[in-house]
């Protein structure tokens, strides 16, 4: 079992950055993919990022790619998501999620986090 804490979450103007945080317990962190998704008031749980065990693949949302950066250093048992050229629609609460596959399905993840918010503002 992991447990994920996120933290980095906060208000922001549009054009700004934000460096979310997911750390993780536990000594297992590195057999987990792990995500980032995201949900807007009144809208579901959507994926925004992946990264496999090793840290050597990454995958994104359209709505996401070549703004925002998906890592991990499994020695701090934590993922990031950096997070660049921020628009208003990107206002959701962030969640990382760990799982056995590697995916951007919701139902893949087996651990989650409390979430972060995030508010863009224009």
């Known amino acids: 079992q992991v447990q994920l804490v996120e933290s980095g979450g906060g208000l922001v103007q549009a054009g700004g950055s934000l460096r979310l945080s997911c750390a993780a317990s536990?000594?297992?962190?590195?057999?987990?993919?792990m995500a980032w998704f995201r949900q807007a008031p009144g809208k579901e749980r959507e994926f925004v990022a992946v990264?496999?065990?090793?840290?050597?693949?990454?995958s994104y949302a359209a709505s996401v790619k070549g703004r925002f950066t998906i890592s991990r250093d499994n020695a701090k048992n934590t993922v990031y998501l950096q997070m660049n050229s921020l628009k208003p629609e990107d206002t959701a609460v962030y969640y990382c999620?760990?799982?056995?596959?590697?995916?951007?399905?919701?139902?893949?993840?087996?651990?989650w986090g409390q979430g972060t918010q995030v508010t863009v503002s224009s």
């Open positions: 536990g000594r297992t962190f590195s057999s987990y993919n």
């Open positions: 990264i496999n065990r090793s840290g050597g693949s990454t």
């Open positions: 999620g760990a799982g056995g596959r590697y995916t951007g399905l919701l139902r893949d993840y087996d651990y």
